[in-house]
């Protein structure tokens, strides 16, 4: 808990060394959270402050409302299918790039035949899987040509897909890769866009600023930039992102701890909001072994852990308010999500129980791999402890942990995912059990229903399938739902900022009161 003292001398501290910047006053608008994001382009990350970022500086082809989920022309004005698997659109003339090349389909074609390409390395596969490859018709038409019926291609193409100019990748470096020979470090190429706000200095691991687009078009859904400059930075200790914005180093944090809400809300100079969001947290179980001779491969095992924690406490008492438990390994916002499954009650004695039939009657320990807000993760592991699972914390940066995962070595992980947003359970569940590299089950059946789901335009069907999948997900514990986070915001009162319960920070459309 955050003693008085401590924040007092945090803000004391603030007042010595932050700089000068945030604020209307200087039309600076600065917002930090504990993140180091490893790169600014979507694409190559999965970071959500990479993802806020993209919104404010970049534009996709489509743009969906963050208060009524309506779909909205941006970069493409209109479009239909042709058939099941051909999709054409209609393009926006006179939009120009903010390196002044002026924007058609071209573009449009470079930039999503390189994320879909199987060597591209693009981070979120399914965002762009579904795509065989785009076709340009004239200047302002394309076709978006499926692999197959693709009912989340809305999705897939708003927010979560910008669009950049022909060649922008030519100028990655290459790097050495894990099998000795050169890989093209895609990531390494600040994006250049469309959207509201420009890029104009990056700091890998630092800060990220932007600055506004002059020439931005005024007849879109984003409307009109406002702020002159938003600056992003990376403030690793949450007592120093309260001390800086009580201070007025920073305007914006989220995250907001339960114990601090009260205090800051009662504060003139903020504003203090709390809203549900599409995070959700959970355990990743090595069940299919990938990790070698583990003891996740004992459904016993897997069902003990998940009677051990008591999720409801951990929700309501430490994420705080907005959160609720997780029921199922989607979010219930999204279509196909199916909650009526499997439920595993906070029963420690039944947990041990489980352990004692597996054969682990005296307890056993395992790696607990972490990467994100610390004391949850701390929280799940005395839960653990208490009936015997003895977890050794490794707690990385993602960049860190990303490639044990997909190398089969965390047997036990705890993550978090945001699905990008996307209303759609192909962006939960499809992601993580389809045997790609975060696919710690392996289940052919899963696996299947799944695929079939995210194939037919028939709603009835594909509910069917999603239920399907998920109730043996959580017959079987192949990974354990722990809770779907709320966000406590906290930022400057002078700040007429919309929140919304998608976990997005929707910058372009703040302004000043």
Aim: glycine share 6%; proline share 6%; charged share 25%.
């Amino acid at each position: 808990m955050l003693l008085k003292k401590s924040l007092m001398a945090a803000c004391a501290m603030a007042l010595v060394t932050s700089p000068a910047l945030a604020g209307k006053d200087d039309d600076t608008f600065v917002w930090a959270t504990s993140t180091e994001m490893d790169t600014p382009d979507l694409y190559y990350g999965n970071q959500r402050e990479a993802l806020i970022s993209a919104y404010a500086q970049c534009d996709s082809l489509i743009h969906r409302d963050p208060q009524t989920n309506e779909y909205q022309p941006l970069l493409a004005t209109s479009w239909e299918w042709v058939d099941d698997t051909t999709l054409e659109m209609k393009l926006r003339e006179g939009v120009t790039f903010h390196d002044g090349t002026a924007f058609d389909a071209e573009d449009v074609a470079y930039t999503l035949n390189h994320v879909a390409a199987p060597d591209s390395d693009m981070k979120i596969r399914v965002i762009v899987d579904w795509i065989d490859n785009v076709e340009v018709v004239d200047p302002t038409t394309v076709r978006i040509h499926a692999k197959k019926p693709t009912p989340a291609a809305f999705e897939y193409l708003s927010g979560t897909s910008p669009i950049y100019p022909s060649g922008h990748y030519d100028s990655a470096p290459e790097v050495p890769g894990a099998d000795g020979t050169t890989r093209r470090d895609w990531g390494a190429v600040n994006p250049v866009c469309t959207g509201p706000y420009m890029l104009t200095d990056y700091q890998a691991g630092q800060s990220l600023t932007l600055e506004i687009n002059p020439d931005y078009f005024t007849d879109g859904p984003k409307g009109t930039p406002s702020i002159g400059k938003i600056v992003y930075r990376t403030i690793k200790d949450t007592e120093t992102q309260i001390a800086e914005l009580v201070t007025g180093g920073v305007d914006w944090i989220w995250g907001v701890p339960p114990e601090n809400a009260e205090m800051l809300g009662s504060m003139d100079n903020l504003t203090v909001v709390a809203a549900p969001t599409m995070r959700m947290s959970f355990l990743s179980l090595d069940a299919a072994g990938r990790t070698g001779d583990t003891p996740m491969t004992d459904i016993r095992v897997r069902q003990a852990i998940a009677h051990a924690i008591d999720r409801d406490a951990i929700a309501q008492n430490l994420v705080g308010e907005g959160a609720e438990v997780q029921e199922s390994l989607c979010v219930p916002v999204q279509f196909g999500c199916e909650t009526d499954v499997t439920q595993y009650p906070y029963d420690p004695e039944r947990a041990r129980e489980l352990l004692a039939e597996a054969g682990y009657e005296n307890g056993l320990s395992v790696p607990f791999y972490a990467y994100r807000d610390r004391p949850f993760s701390e929280a799940v592991l005395n839960y653990l402890r208490e009936v015997g699972i003895n977890g050794d914390l490794q707690f990385l940066q993602w960049r860190a942990l990303r490639p044990l995962i997909a190398e089969d070595k965390t047997e036990l992980v705890h993550l978090t995912f945001g699905s990008n947003g996307m209303l759609d359970a192909s962006a939960s569940t499809g992601y993580y059990f389809q045997f790609g590299p975060d696919d710690y089950a392996r289940d052919e059946e899963v696996r299947d229903w799944l695929a079939a789901a995210e194939a037919t335009m028939d709603e009835a069907e594909r509910r069917d399938l999603y239920s399907k999948a998920l109730k043996k997900i959580a017959d079987e514990a192949y990974a354990i739902p722990l809770f779907v986070y709320g966000r406590t915001y906290a930022f400057n009162s002078d700040l007429d900022y919309p929140v919304t319960p998608d976990e997005m920070a929707h910058f372009y459309l703040a302004q000043w009161k």
